[in-house]
């Protein structure tokens, strides 16, 4: 018998945040994905604070027209402008234990378009 689909995602999840946790320096750029929303956090983990958030839940994102893959990308580039407004501009991409293509994706690529580097 093989793991189930949540045993392994949370298996690829505490892989990650070994190799990725975040300091002062270079934060986490954490990302949840659920069937509808995506949410983005920025994360000192040495202190255990949410420095900076954002998620298609947002009133201005929420506005938007698009499919899940094009707010995504908003979110993306709104975590990124906040970010950087923080004095944030690198960080440890952390997918959460979700597979790099689609959503996840598209938000990673409007972060980095609007200046985060990672």
Known sequence: MGLSKTQRKL???????????G???KPRLSV????SEIYAQVI????????VSASSRDK????????????AALVGKT????SVKAG?????FDRGGNLYHGRVKSLADGAREAGLKF
Request: glycine share 4%.
């Open 79 to 82: 975590i990124a402008e906040k």
């Open 60 to 71: 201005d994102i929420a506005k938007a027209k698009g499919n899940k893959t094009e707010i």
């Open 88 to 92: 944030l501009d690198k960080v440890a």
């Open 32 to 35: 949840f994905r659920s069937n």
């Open 23 to 25: 300091t002062a320096v």
């Open 44 to 51: 000192d983990d040495v202190k255990g604070v949410t420095l």
């Open 11 to 21: 298996r690829i999840r505490r892989r990650i945040r070994k190799v990725s946790s």
